[in-house]
């Protein structure tokens, strides 16, 4: 492109507000999105988990907790189990009964609905935007997150409008709220949805390979958002990347899954400061 297309481009225009300095009313908007935790430690604990299907181990023998307050990055080769084990939280994959799982304050397969889980997990990935094909409007995308719809199917709350507003203010996507979810870059796009995972305020917001897909440009959107989610605390993040590129500063704990010589599949290996 010529330099002023780059220069007006529009992800140029949200990346130049982002590192900008930010105004007090912007600060004093972000800590009031703030999460705030609704659950004793541990949020989530895998007991020597293991995945395994007729022909071959994936994983086994991982012990892994998750306290309030504290950001994860996943990693390992593709095949390791990184989306497994993501399943194993969400409650997607059938052997998340046939492990021993702590959630959110219950024993999994306690009598707790999947509806009871996910309504504290928010969710971003490659596959959800490959689904999220109808043409609704930007805030119409931020306000189905309170009703974890794929569009909008139901007149929402001034509460819920309001606070979807309030959302593209802080990603600086304000004079787009009438646009075509379609007539947006893809990295916009992708920021629109992860904006809609955690309008609700989730315990856990659980982003699987968020820059899947995108160019340069949207990289950079998505990475910076992600660094202001983390510091400002605005949910937990739960992320999952397997290029050391990709690392944001703001996380500071990993679980990465390595060859198991001795055994079949995948272990996993725990890094971070004060772990209990």
Same mark, same amino acid.
């Given at each position: 492109?010529?330099?002023?297309? $780059?220069?007006?481009?529009?992800? =140029?225009?949200?990346?130049?507000?982002?590192?900008?300095?930010?105004?007090?009313?912007?600060?004093?908007?972000?800590?009031?999105?703030?999460?705030?935790?609704?659950?004793?430690?541990?949020?989530?604990?895998?007991?020597?988990?293991?995945?395994?299907?007729?022909?071959?181990?994936?994983?086994? !023998?991982?012990?892994?907790?998750?306290?309030?307050? *504290?950001?994860?990055?996943?990693?390992?080769?593709?095949?390791?189990?990184?989306?497994?084990?993501? !399943?194993?939280?969400?409650?997607? #994959?059938?052997?998340?009964?046939?492990?021993?799982?702590?959630?959110? !304050?219950?024993?999994?397969?306690?009598?707790?609905?999947? $509806?009871? =889980?996910?309504?504290? =997990?928010?969710? *971003?990935?490659?596959?959800? #935007?490959?689904?999220?094909?109808?043409?609704?409007?930007?805030?119409?995308?931020? *306000?189905?997150?309170?009703?974890?719809?794929?569009?909008?199917?139901?007149?929402?709350?001034?509460?819920?409008?309001?606070?979807?507003?309030?959302?593209?203010?802080?990603?600086?996507?304000? #004079?787009?709220?009438?646009?075509?979810?379609?007539?947006?870059?893809?990295?916009?796009?992708?920021?629109?949805?992860?904006?809609?995972?955690?309008?609700?305020?989730?315990?856990?917001?659980?982003?699987?390979?968020?820059?899947?897909?995108?160019?340069?440009?949207?990289?950079?959107?998505?990475?910076?958002?992600?660094?202001?989610?983390?510091?400002?605390?605005?949910?937990?993040?739960?992320?999952?990347?397997?290029?050391?590129?990709?690392?944001?500063?703001? =996380?500071?704990?990993?679980?990465?899954?390595?060859?198991?010589?001795? #055994?079949?599949?995948?272990?996993?290996?725990?890094?971070?400061?004060?772990?209990?």
């Amino acid at each position: 492109m010529s330099k002023d297309q $780059w220069v007006n481009h529009p992800v =140029i225009h949200q990346l130049t507000a982002q590192s900008g300095q930010q105004s007090e009313e912007l600060l004093a908007l972000i800590r009031r999105h703030r999460h705030c935790a609704k659950f004793a430690d541990p949020v989530f604990e895998l007991h020597n988990g293991r995945v395994a299907y007729s022909d071959r181990v994936i994983f086994s !023998g991982v012990n892994w907790r998750i306290d309030n307050g *504290v950001h994860w990055q996943v990693k390992g080769p593709n095949g390791c189990g990184k989306s497994t084990l993501l !399943g194993l939280i969400f409650g997607d #994959h059938p052997q998340c009964y046939s492990n021993d799982i702590d959630i959110f !304050g219950k024993k999994r397969g306690s009598g707790e609905s999947i $509806w009871e =889980i996910k309504q504290h =997990i928010g969710m *971003v990935s490659s596959a959800l #935007h490959m689904q999220y094909r109808v043409n609704c409007s930007t805030i119409d995308v931020i *306000v189905s997150g309170f009703y974890d719809s794929i569009g909008l199917y139901q007149k929402p709350t001034q509460q819920q409008v309001a606070i979807a507003t309030e959302w593209l203010a802080m990603l600086h996507m304000g #004079h787009l709220a009438k646009t075509a979810f379609k007539q947006l870059e893809y990295g916009q796009q992708r920021l629109l949805l992860i904006a809609r995972a955690i309008v609700k305020q989730p315990t856990l917001l659980i982003l699987d390979e968020p820059y899947q897909g995108l160019d340069y440009l949207g990289r950079r959107l998505i990475k910076n958002s992600l660094e202001l989610i983390a510091k400002e605390q605005l949910t937990q993040l739960l992320y999952v990347s397997h290029y050391q590129q990709d690392s944001l500063d703001s =996380i500071e704990h990993f679980i990465e899954f390595v060859a198991d010589d001795s #055994h079949q599949g995948y272990r996993a290996e725990v890094s971070g400061p004060t772990l209990k």
